[in-house]
Every structure is written in structure tokens, then in C-alpha cells.
């Protein structure tokens, strides 16, 4: 069937694995979850990302305050 619909086999029989996952058929990460998972982490990156550039801001402005201090 995958051949004659141009796919690879492996593909075809992961997408079959998925859709089972996704029916309740089989235990594992359904499509939703996964897409979750994908979407946190990529949050995740861009907070903590966000939150080294406050850092670093701090401790330049900081370390300017503790000049104009001196």
C-alpha cells in the first residue's frame, strides 16, 4: 500500500502507530500532547533566554551605578 501511494514503509507504519496512539488503541504521546510538549519547550527556550538578557542587563547597569557611586 505504501509503495503504491508513493510513501516509504517505515512512514506509512508510523503514521498507522500515531493514528492508534491518537484512537486510545495504543499507550503513548498522542499527536496533541507531543505538539504541547513542542510548543513548552520552545517557550521554555525563549523565557530562559529572556531571563539571561535581564541578567546581564542588571549587572551592567549595577556595575554602572556602583561607578558613578565611587
Do not use: C, H, P
Not at 8 to 16: A, F, I, L, Q
Not at 40 to 54: H, M, T
Request: net charge positive.
Amino acid at each position: 500500500m505504501a509503495r503504491q501511494l508513493g510513501y516509504g514503509v517505515e512512514s506509512v507504519r508510523k503514521w498507522v502507530r500515531q493514528a492508534e496512539i491518537d484512537a486510545g488503541d495504543r499507550a503513548g504521546a498522542t499527536s496533541a500532547e507531543s505538539g504541547e510538549l513542542r510548543r513548552l519547550r520552545q517557550e521554555n527556550r525563549e523565557l530562559r533566554r529572556a531571563n539571561d538578557i535581564v541578567q546581564r542587563a542588571a549587572a551592567f547597569f549595577g556595575a554602572e551605578l556602583d561607578r558613578r557611586q565611587r
